[in-house]
């Protein structure tokens, strides 16, 4: 039986990784504004912001499964999101420079005709190079950073600053699908049609 899925996001990173996955899958931009209080432990801002999106959409289609995801990198205790500027993008990276820093992605998962929520986060550590300001300056000028969480694409032109992950990949790039893929099935869904689980 097939299970309507919509993506609460207008990330084209995730809807690649949807897409890759073989998922049918449609996309829904949600207007839910994110929460980025410091105060906040980061796994726990980032599934409220997840569920807060996820719940802004589900409200127009309650009968689907609703996919929400959140990204926030850390680092000592900061907390960087999408930048709000070249400003911004320079003091992040520059921070992050030669460091060890997490990103985290918080899920959920929301059905509200099934009353099913699902929320889960995952953290993967990023070890960054020691790179310098006209380096800085140069990935600015290419404008891969300017709507990344973190201000930079690992999956671009940002793994030149990359030494070493230890984690999830997929999850440094907004959407751990391996753990979403398990979810989903858990709850019935099967994806692309996959009746192997």
């Known amino acids: 039986m097939f299970q309507k899925i919509i993506l609460a996001s207008g990330s084209p990173r995730r809807r690649e990784m949807m897409t890759r996955l073989g998922i049918n899958f449609q996309y829904v931009t949600s207007t839910a504004k994110e929460d980025m209080n410091p105060e906040t432990p980061v796994a726990d801002l980032t599934i409220k912001n997840a569920a807060m999106k996820g719940y802004d959409v589900a409200s127009i289609y309650d009968e689907a499964f609703i996919i929400a995801a ?39 998962i929301i059905n509200k005709r099934a009353g099913v929520c699902e929320r889960f986060s995952k953290t993967t550590d990023v070890y960054f190079k020691k790179y310098s300001d006209s380096f800085i300056k140069w990935y600015i000028a290419t404008d891969e950073p300017k ?36 979810r989903l099935i858990k709850f019935g869904v099967r994806p692309g049609g996959l009746n192997a689980y």
């Open 147 to 182: 709507d990344k969480a973190g201000s930079y694409a690992i999956q671009g032109k940002g793994c030149l600053m990359v030494d070493r992950i230890e984690g999830c990949y997929d999850n440094v790039v907004g959407l751990p699908v391996s753990e979403l893929f398990e």
């Open 70 to 108: 959140d990204t926030i990198v850390s680092c000592e205790g900061r907390i960087f999101g999408k930048p709000n500027g070249e400003e911004d993008i320079y003091d992040a990276l520059r921070f992050l420079s030669g460091k060890k820093h997490q990103v985290t992605t918080g899920v959920a």
